[in-house]
Each structure stands twice: as structure tokens, then as C-alpha cells.
């Protein structure tokens, strides 16, 4: 089947957009931290976001319009909805003392990798996304859901063990933050070496 017309509104776009959308409707929601019911509104909106991350890629696959706009927005978006998250978790102070450095380590990283994009992709150097990465990615998805239902989760687990778990989960992010970031450098050091090599 040959592939259709590539169009900037075709379905998996427009969750992708949906998903940059729905950024300042949960950090709106976060405004509200003493308000159980906000917390549940902005978890649901985020679980949504997450679930287009997954869905944006399958139903470019499936009808074959991947486009070099989604493959884009893509990962900015999902860039970007975690890094709002987190500042706004360690505003409200669900994220605080030692395990702001887990959520600095995590920014660091994408900010890191996404310079080395930017700069290999002019090279056009293409760095695959690891499975490591992958879970990396999921278990920063699911480390920030637990944060962002926060204390209206004691309602269902003893008191801030809903929290607790978020934070676990977010030092286990970090590390494989760091993991795959240290791999994704050298893999880039490498690329550039052999270019500074050929030239």
C-alpha cells in the first residue's frame, strides 16, 4: 500500500498536540495543591498524555503517516510535560530536600541529549532510542503519576505512601537517566570523533 499524504493535522499529530495542550491544563491543576480533587483531574489529564505518547506512534505505523513534524514534536512533548511536572512538583513541595536532585539529574539529561540531537542531527546522525531509554522513559511516566496524585492517594495507601513511592520511583528514573544518558554521550563523542576524523 503506497503511503498516504503526509498532513500536519493527520491523527498522530494532533494527539501529539493534544499532549503539548494539556501541559498548562495540569499545571494549572497543580495550582491546587490542597484540593484532592484537582490532584485527581490532573492525574487523569496526564495519564491521557501519556497514553497519546503511545498511540501518536502506533497509529503512525499502523497508517503509515510518520512524518518529520511528529517525529519532532514527539519527544518535545514528552520533554516538555515532564519537565513541567517536575518544577511544579518541587513548587508545591511534594518533591523536596535530597530528591531534588533526582529531578535535576532528569532535566540535565534532556537538556544534554537534546543539544546532542540538535548538533548531530545537522551531522544527519541518527542515534537510536535504546530499550533501556524506553524504560526509562516509562518509569519516569509512572514515577510522576504516584507524585502528581500525592496526598489524595493517602486516601486509598497509608499516609504519603503514595509520595514515597513516587520518590522511589523517581531515584530509579535518575539512575537510568544517567545510564542512558552516559550512553547516548558516547555514542555521540564516537560520531563526532570519526567525523573530526574524515574532515
Not at 495543591?33 to 496526564?46: E, F, K, N, Q, T
Amino acid at each position: 500500500m503506497p503511503p498516504r499524504k503526509l498532513r500536519p493535522f493527520s491523527l498522530p499529530n494532533v494527539l501529539t498536540y493534544g499532549r503539548i495542550l494539556a501541559i498548562p491544563v495540569v499545571v494549572g491543576l497543580l495550582f491546587w495543591p490542597g484540593d484532592p480533587s484537582m490532584r485527581w483531574w490532573a492525574l487523569a489529564i496526564y495519564a491521557l498524555a501519556g497514553i497519546t505518547d503511545y498511540l501518536d506512534g502506533y497509529l503512525a505505523r499502523l497508517y503509515q503517516e510518520q512524518s518529520s513534524l511528529g517525529r519532532m514534536l514527539d519527544p518535545i512533548a514528552d520533554k516538555l510535560l515532564v519537565a513541567a511536572c517536575l518544577l511544579m512538583l518541587v513548587a508545591d513541595g511534594t518533591i523536596r530536600s535530597w530528591s531534588i536532585w533526582a529531578a535535576i539529574v532528569i532535566l540535565s539529561r534532556e537538556i544534554l541529549v537534546s543539544g546532542l540531537r540538535e548538533y548531530l542531527a545537522e551531522l544527519k546522525v541518527s542515534v537510536p532510542v535504546s530499550r533501556l531509554a524506553k524504560w526509562k522513559t516509562a518509569m519516569q511516566l509512572f514515577c510522576l503519576g504516584f507524585l502528581i496524585a500525592g496526598p489524595a492517594g493517602d486516601a486509598f495507601l497509608p499516609a504519603d505512601w503514595t509520595r514515597l513511592i513516587g520518590l522511589f520511583l523517581l531515584w530509579v528514573a535518575a539512575v537510568l537517566t544517567l545510564i542512558t544518558g552516559y550512553d547516548y554521550m558516547k555514542a555521540s563523542i564516537r560520531h563526532l570523533v570519526e567525523e573530526d576524523s574524515a574532515s
